[in-house]
């Protein structure tokens, strides 16, 4: 069955540090753009950060997380990673990674309707 399967959520304080996991089973990652989307409690879903397929790999993060978060690939172990520092309490959610799975999809876009392959998210909460 294919699919993505994240880890490392959990409660941490602000200011503290995660680091969470994106692997997948049955499905080679580093054919697609992969992007971190996340969802807080009456908020629409959003895009965080984004790491294309392309031939020179590029990143981009939304501006709320600018600087504080690292997205990575390691495809020998078909994860991507997505570093967060310095956590604030707004970045509480349900984090998901998906795969781009229409158009151009090695590029990064974070319109979730470009997306069809998703994990079922890990929860991050941030609070002292």
């Known amino acids: 069955q294919v699919q993505l399967v994240e880890s490392g959520g959990g409660l941490v304080q602000p200011g503290g540090s995660l680091r969470l996991s994106c692997a997948g089973s049955?499905?080679?990652?580093?054919?697609?753009?992969i992007t971190w989307f996340r969802q807080a409690p009456g908020k629409e879903r959003e895009g965080v950060s984004c790491i294309s397929a392309n031939k020179e790999i590029e990143t981009y993060h939304a501006d709320s997380v600018k600087g504080r978060f690292t997205i990575s690939r390691d495809n020998a172990k078909n994860t991507v990673y997505l570093e967060m520092k310095d956590l604030q309490p707004e970045d509480t959610a349900v984090y998901f990674c998906?795969?781009?799975?229409?158009?151009?999809?090695?590029?990064?876009?974070?319109?979730?309707?470009?997306?069809?392959?998703w994990g079922q998210g890990t929860q991050v909460t941030v609070s002292s």
């Open positions: 049955e499905f080679t990652l580093d054919y697609y753009a």
């Open positions: 998906a795969a781009r799975s229409f158009g151009m999809f090695r590029s990064c876009v974070f319109r979730s309707a470009e997306y069809a392959t």
